[in-house]
């Protein structure tokens, strides 16, 4: 009830602010005028057919089932067509203009956004495009809203369940993002900048979103592998040194050869098998992990890497196989499709 009288109270305001409410009275005024006027020159005529002849009229539809015969009724019919179609003119061209102007003003980040359970993109560059892309890709994020917070001049991407609000990172735009309702906070780096100015610009984003929800789980690019201590003094949750990861998998390619088209299909969601974090299945609280590596293998065709913790803070690559899962474990997983055991 309380949703719907919120929509309601929206719904004249808007009526409103457009001046919307006064079009229609004066379409009604003229519907309720040409009712009348034909009344009195039409004296056969009943009430009801009057105001159908008018709202009839009016929209210029004229189905012929009711018509004038008098000379008076025949003049009322012209100011009533004359006025009626000016009026639903004008009404037309104002709900145009809104739906234009909506579109105008989400496009520049000027529209409010009213989004929970969001992933949240601060910053802009060229690899932008490929996250959005990464997380329509996925199960978890194909439908979930995003958020994308950036000093430039239009929306990047043409989502429509991807929101846009200009400007630079700051309590004022966080708070329009809702931040605290997010899923996960990615910040990018600005590219127009020199390397050492992107860090510093980012680390001082980081600062500012962890002091204003210090809980909602936030990825960072840097681009300086120097910086990485002031980031994770920042409280990032997590850091992705963008040099380093290229140069790391150029020494393993070379050593390896072909070892980057594999790391490339594990960390892409648009094709080939990924990486999935899951919580521990059903059943296997107490197993090894040679157990569960096996039985996941034969039972869903699931290949287990490491076990986490629920704190997140250790992360155990290939443990012993007599390694015992608990219950609040999580394993790091390649699959094809997100696990789903509840099935």
Not at 70 to 86: E, F, K, T
Not at 147 to 162: F, G, H, M, Q, R
Not at 171 to 184: D, I
Request: proline share 4%; glycine share 8%.
């Amino acid at each position: 009830m309380g949703f719907r009288r919120g929509t309601l109270k929206r719904f004249i305001e808007l009526l409103v602010r457009e001046n919307i409410h006064r079009i229609l009275l004066a379409i009604l005024l003229v519907m309720l005028f040409g009712s009348m006027a034909l009344l009195f020159f039409e004296r056969e005529l009943l009430l009801k057919d009057a105001v159908w002849w008018s709202i009839v009229t009016m929209s210029t539809v004229g189905y012929g089932d009711i018509s004038p015969a008098s000379a008076g009724g025949r003049v009322v019919a012209i100011i009533v067509m004359l006025l009626g179609i000016g009026l639903l003119g004008v009404l037309t061209a104002s709900i145009a203009t809104i739906f234009v102007e909506k579109r105008l003003l989400e496009n520049r980040g000027m529209k409010p956004v009213r989004v929970k359970g969001h992933f949240l993109i601060c910053g802009w560059n060229f690899r932008g495009e490929h996250i959005v892309a990464e997380l329509r890709a996925d199960a978890k994020s194909r439908k979930s809203p995003i958020v994308v917070i950036a000093d430039i001049p239009e929306k990047p991407v043409d989502d429509p369940a991807l929101h846009f609000i200009r400007g630079e990172i700051g309590a004022p735009l966080l708070g329009r993002a809702n931040l605290e309702k997010a899923a996960g906070v990615i910040v990018l780096s600005d590219d127009r900048l020199d390397a050492y100015s992107r860090d510093a610009k980012t680390i001082l984003s980081v600062m500012t979103l962890k002091n204003l929800a210090p809980t909602v789980y936030t990825c960072v690019e840097l681009m300086d592998p120097r910086n990485v201590d002031h980031c994770q003094m920042a409280k990032a949750d997590e850091i992705v040194v963008a040099g380093e990861l290229s140069t790391n998998m150029l020494v393993q390619a070379t050593l390896d050869h072909g070892i980057s088209r594999m790391v490339s299909e594990l960390v892409s969601n648009r094709f080939g098998n990924e990486l999935f974090k899951i919580t521990v299945p059903p059943g296997y609280e107490g197993r090894t992990f040679f157990d569960t590596l096996c039985d996941l293998k034969r039972d869903y065709d699931i290949i287990c890497l490491g076990v986490e913790d629920r704190t997140g803070a250790h992360l155990l690559a290939n443990p012993e196989s007599g390694y015992l899962l608990k219950a609040d474990d999580r394993l790091v997983v390649i699959s094809e499709n997100r696990p789903d055991f509840s099935k």
